[in-house]
C-alpha cells in the first residue's frame, strides 16, 4: 500500500515503517481501566490489589503484556495497582510495554471538585500528568504516551513543543493520541518532531461506523454514519498503529442472548464460536482483528476468565470467515448490507 500523497511529506522518516510494541509481539492490549476499585480519590484496598494481580497475571500468563493505562483510570489507582505489581513481580518490568494517557479532567478525579468536566492540553497537565503516571507505576519512563482526548482550546504548536520535550527528557519512548480523525493527527504531527506511534479510537461490531462508511459511500443509509474514512487507511499507510478500545461493547455480543441487548447477533456469536471451537469474546475481537490494517483491541475486563477468553483471538483470526464476518455484520445491522 503507497502512502496518500498528502502524508509522508508531513511525518518524520521514522515513521515510514510499522511501529510494532517493544517488548510484546501479541495483537491484544491489556487495559487495565477497570482495576483499583472507584473512581473517586479513596484509597486502595487489599482487595482491589488482590483483584488487579489475578488480571495482571492472567493477562501476562496469556501473552498480553501490553498495558493500557490513563491518569483518570479509577483516580490513578490503576496506576498504583500496576505499580505494586512490577514491583511484586521480578523481571515484569522488562517484559511489559506500559502506555498511559493524559488531558482529561473529571471534577474530584484529575479536577477540582467545583470544576467542570473539560479537557486541558497545556505543559502543567501534560507533564505533571505523565509525572504523576511514572511515580504510580513506579518507573523512570513509559513506552507510549498519548493525549487521551483533544482540547478545542488547544495551540497545536505549544502542545507538539510539550510532547517533544518529554520524549527528549527521557520521560517516553513513543507518542500517540487518541479519540482523533485523520485531520487532527496530521495537523499535530506537521508541528511535532518525534512521530506519532499510535491512535487509539472506539471500534467495534457495535460502533461500526468504520465499515459502514466504507460500504456506504454515495448510498442514502450513508448520510447518519460518522466516521472519518481516511483514518485507518492513512494509519495503515504511514505505520500509525490504530488500537480499538470498547472492542467488546461490554459483553454485548458477548452474554447469552437472554442478557443481550442484541439478542440474535449474541447468538450468532455464539454459534460460531460453536463452530471454530473458540470463545464468543475471541470472535467478536476477530471480526476486528479480520480488517487488513491489523488493528488491536483493547481488553478492559479484570475477568481472568474472559482474559483467557479474549486471547483466544489471537488463533482464531484466520478461522473467522469471509462468510462469517458479513454475518455478523448484517446481524448487527439488522438487515443486509446493499
Same mark, same amino acid.
Given at each position: 500500500?503507497?502512502?496518500?500523497?498528502?502524508?509522508?511529506?508531513?511525518?518524520?522518516?521514522?515513521?515510514?515503517?510499522?511501529?510494532?510494541?517493544?517488548?510484546?509481539?501479541?495483537?491484544?492490549?491489556?487495559?487495565?481501566?477497570?482495576?483499583?476499585?472507584?473512581?473517586?480519590?479513596?484509597?486502595?484496598?487489599?482487595?482491589?490489589?488482590?483483584?488487579?494481580?489475578?488480571?495482571?497475571?492472567?493477562?501476562?500468563?496469556?501473552?498480553?503484556?501490553?498495558?493500557?493505562?490513563?491518569?483518570?483510570?479509577?483516580?490513578?489507582?490503576?496506576?498504583?495497582?500496576?505499580?505494586?505489581?512490577?514491583?511484586?513481580?521480578?523481571?515484569?518490568?522488562?517484559?511489559?510495554?506500559?502506555?498511559?494517557?493524559?488531558?482529561?479532567?473529571?471534577?474530584?478525579?484529575?479536577?477540582?471538585?467545583?470544576?467542570?468536566?473539560?479537557? @486541558?492540553?497545556?505543559?502543567?497537565? $501534560? +507533564?505533571?500528568? #505523565? /509525572?504523576?503516571?511514572?511515580?504510580? &507505576?513506579?518507573?523512570?519512563?513509559? *513506552?507510549?504516551?498519548?493525549?487521551?482526548?483533544?482540547?478545542?482550546?488547544?495551540?497545536?504548536?505549544?502542545?507538539?513543543?510539550?510532547?517533544?520535550?518529554?520524549?527528549?527528557?527521557?520521560?517516553?519512548?513513543?507518542?500517540?493520541?487518541?479519540?482523533?480523525?485523520?485531520?487532527?493527527? @496530521?495537523?499535530?504531527?506537521?508541528? $511535532? +518532531?518525534?512521530? #506519532? /506511534?499510535?491512535?487509539?479510537?472506539? &471500534?467495534?461490531?457495535?460502533?461500526? *461506523?468504520?465499515?459502514?462508511?466504507?460500504?456506504?459511500?454515495?448510498?442514502?443509509?450513508?448520510?447518519?454514519?460518522?466516521?472519518?474514512?481516511?483514518?485507518?487507511?492513512?494509519?495503515?499507510?504511514?505505520?500509525?498503529?490504530?488500537?480499538?478500545?470498547?472492542?467488546?461493547?461490554?459483553? @454485548?455480543?458477548?452474554?447469552?442472548?437472554?442478557?443481550?441487548?442484541?439478542?440474535?447477533?449474541?447468538?450468532?456469536?455464539?454459534?460460531?464460536?460453536?463452530?471454530?471451537?473458540?470463545?464468543?469474546?475471541?470472535?467478536?475481537?476477530?471480526?476486528?482483528?479480520?480488517?487488513?490494517?491489523?488493528?488491536?483491541?483493547?481488553?478492559?475486563?479484570?475477568?481472568?476468565?474472559?482474559?483467557?477468553?479474549?486471547?483466544?483471538?489471537?488463533?482464531?483470526?484466520?478461522?473467522?470467515?469471509?462468510?462469517?464476518?458479513?454475518?455478523?455484520?448484517?446481524?448487527?445491522?439488522?438487515?443486509?448490507?446493499?
Amino acid at each position: 500500500m503507497s502512502a496518500p500523497s498528502d502524508v509522508s511529506p508531513i511525518l518524520p522518516d521514522s515513521a515510514s515503517t510499522a511501529h510494532e510494541p517493544s517488548r510484546s509481539s501479541s495483537r491484544l492490549i491489556y487495559g487495565a481501566m477497570a482495576l483499583g476499585g472507584s473512581w473517586d480519590l479513596s484509597a486502595l484496598t487489599d482487595d482491589d490489589v488482590a483483584t488487579g494481580f489475578r488480571a495482571l497475571d492472567a493477562a501476562a500468563a496469556a501473552g498480553l503484556t501490553e498495558i493500557d493505562l490513563a491518569d483518570i483510570y479509577t483516580a490513578g489507582k490503576s496506576e498504583s495497582v500496576v505499580g505494586q505489581w512490577l514491583a511484586e513481580r521480578a523481571g515484569r518490568r522488562e517484559s511489559v510495554t506500559l502506555q498511559t494517557k493524559a488531558g482529561i479532567r473529571i471534577p474530584g478525579n484529575t479536577a477540582a471538585d467545583d470544576a467542570p468536566m473539560h479537557y @486541558r492540553l497545556d505543559e502543567h497537565t $501534560l +507533564r505533571g500528568g #505523565l /509525572e504523576g503516571s511514572l511515580t504510580r &507505576l513506579g518507573v523512570e519512563s513509559v *513506552d507510549r504516551f498519548l493525549i487521551h482526548r483533544w482540547d478545542p482550546l488547544a495551540d497545536p504548536t505549544q502542545v507538539a513543543a510539550v510532547l517533544d520535550q518529554l520524549v527528549d527528557d527521557g520521560l517516553t519512548a513513543a507518542l500517540g493520541i487518541s479519540n482523533v480523525s485523520w485531520h487532527r493527527i @496530521r495537523g499535530l504531527q506537521s508541528h $511535532l +518532531r518525534h512521530p #506519532l /506511534e499510535a491512535v487509539q479510537v472506539q &471500534l467495534s461490531l457495535g460502533h461500526r *461506523d468504520f465499515v459502514e462508511r466504507q460500504i456506504l459511500w454515495d448510498h442514502p443509509e450513508g448520510s447518519g454514519v460518522d466516521f472519518d474514512e481516511s483514518l485507518l487507511e492513512n494509519c495503515a499507510a504511514v505505520g500509525i498503529q490504530v488500537q480499538a478500545w470498547g472492542a467488546l461493547d461490554q459483553g @454485548r455480543y458477548t452474554r447469552s442472548p437472554q442478557d443481550s441487548t442484541d439478542p440474535a447477533t449474541a447468538e450468532l456469536t455464539a454459534a460460531i464460536a460453536a463452530e471454530i471451537g473458540t470463545s464468543a469474546e475471541a470472535v467478536a475481537l476477530a471480526w476486528i482483528m479480520r480488517l487488513p490494517q491489523r488493528i488491536r483491541p483493547v481488553i478492559g475486563t479484570s475477568n481472568p476468565e474472559r482474559i483467557v477468553a479474549c486471547a483466544q483471538a489471537l488463533d482464531v483470526v484466520d478461522k473467522l470467515t469471509h462468510e462469517h464476518w458479513y454475518a455478523l455484520l448484517n446481524s448487527a445491522r439488522g438487515h443486509n448490507v446493499p
